[in-house]
């Protein structure tokens, strides 16, 4: 476990998970990213990790794991008063399985940007390059590449665009952010869902960061994508097409940068080059389940 503590949000996301989720659900079993994302809108990820553990820990709940797939282990959680979890476990088990598996997770992510591609253009934001490593003369030595990069207004962007229920790696999040640096753009991450922690960073280096919230399921998948927002409430969705409420907050936010590139004062501020001390974000995840998209 982790060396740092934050401790005020870990007791009140103890004291939610404790109240308002197993309170009124006292027959119910939930998986640590089903609880991860279902509060997300009020504690980071990791902050939901740390609050279950010690919830764990002080014996206010009980936890295990079960095979999910492959080497992979899924933890669950559940009331002290339920008797009978097992058999509530296996059936996500296989549910979550399903979207688990590298196939179907890996074309999610394809499909995410395939949305993406088709409306960016559509407000203005034109294409530039795909998978990039090198842009306008310059060029980067970094292991990964960027997604895209897109142009409006004369003004190009870095683009990571992230159609997953967990957040990016912090490793990944600071190479990518790196990679713009080295390529002269500012970078835009399009996330599912992004720590405000993150979001800033991005901000300081002259981007930004829009949130779409809906995991993008595949079209012709609306009727698991329902079946898993149902039995596990999660924010997945199968639409044809990227919301316009959306693509509006896009236009907005580069709109103000826009504005504002004129009279830039402040040089963007960029993360430190990798290989520092592990953060407390990544330091609570169970190792089993890293890497994997459940």
Excluded at 6 to 15: G, I, L
Excluded at 135 to 141: A, D, L, V
Excluded at 189 to 210: D, N, Q, T
Aim: proline share 4%; with cysteine.
């Amino acid at each position: 476990m982790p060396r740092r503590h934050p401790d005020r949000s870990v007791f009140e996301a103890k004291r939610v998970i404790i109240e308002e989720v197993f309170g009124p659900h006292p027959e119910s079993v939930f998986y640590e990213r089903q609880l991860q994302v279902q509060l997300e809108k009020r504690f980071f990820h990791w902050i939901t990790g740390y609050a279950l553990h010690e919830l764990c820990q002080e014996g206010a709940i009980r936890t295990e794991r079960l095979p999910l797939l492959g080497q992979t282990r899924i933890r669950f959680y559940w009331s002290n008063t339920l008797r009978s979890w097992k058999r509530t476990a296996n059936h996500i088990v296989k549910l979550v399985a399903r979207y688990s598996v590298p196939e179907f997770a890996i074309a999610i992510g394809v499909h995410g940007e395939t949305m993406f591609d088709a409306a960016l253009p559509k407000v203005g934001f034109v294409p530039k390059a795909w998978n990039v490593r090198t842009y306008g003369g310059r060029s980067t030595e970094r292991l990964k590449n960027l997604d895209r990069v897109a142009e409006r207004d004369g003004i190009e962007y870095g683009v990571e665009i992230k159609n997953t229920l967990d957040y990016i790696g912090r490793d990944e999040f600071h190479e990518k952010l790196l990679i713009c640096k080295d390529l002269a753009l500012r970078p835009l991450f399009i996330c599912r869902a992004l720590p405000k922690s993150y979001v800033m960073e991005v901000i300081r280096a002259g981007g930004f960061a829009l949130i779409f919230d809906w995991r993008l399921y595949l079209h012709g998948y609306k009727s698991f994508a329902e079946e898993v927002r149902a039995e596990l409430g999660l924010r997945v969705d199968s639409p044809a097409r990227i919301a316009d409420g959306t693509l509006d907050r896009l236009v907005g936010i580069h709109t103000r940068i826009r504005d504002r590139v004129g009279a830039w004062s402040q040089e963007p501020v960029w993360p430190e080059e990798a290989g520092g001390e592990e953060s407390e974000e990544e330091d609570w995840v169970d190792g089993e389940e890293r890497g994997m998209q459940i």
